[in-house]
């Protein structure tokens, strides 16, 4: 079982910069890609980016060339960089966790941190 913890959400004016933090704790050795999703007030939860064990990045067209992945491994967190805010990125941020290849679930999930972009 992995356990994930997200930080570094908050409000921001549009154009701003947020970082997010997911610092990941127990059988982290098996995971296999961790990853972004978000979910806007009455809308479905959506993928934003991911990071495989390998270091392969993946990005929602919506996100790509303002958003950053990375991790530090040695702290065994993943963060995403979020520069040129929009408004429409406004949302809760969750992190996610897989334990196999694609194709296959996201079976942890974090707690969710809210950011809120204001126009």
């Known amino acids: 079982q992995v356990q994930l913890v997200e930080s570094g959400g908050g409000l921001v004016q549009a154009g701003g910069s947020l970082r997010l933090s997911c610092a990941a704790s127990g059988s982290v050795f098996s995971l296999n890609a961790m990853g972004w999703y978000r979910q806007a007030p009455g809308k479905q939860r959506e993928f934003v980016s991911s990071?495989?064990?390998?270091?392969?990045?993946y990005y929602a067209d919506s996100v790509k060339g303002r958003f950053t992945i990375y991790r530090d491994n040695a702290k065994n967190t993943v963060y995403l960089q979020m520069n040129s805010l929009k408004p429409e990125d406004t949302g809760v941020y969750y992190c996610a966790a897989r334990s196999y290849g694609p194709g296959s679930p996201w079976n942890n999930w974090g707690q969710g941190t809210q950011v809120t972009v204001s126009s």
């Open positions: 990071i495989t064990s390998g270091g392969n990045t």
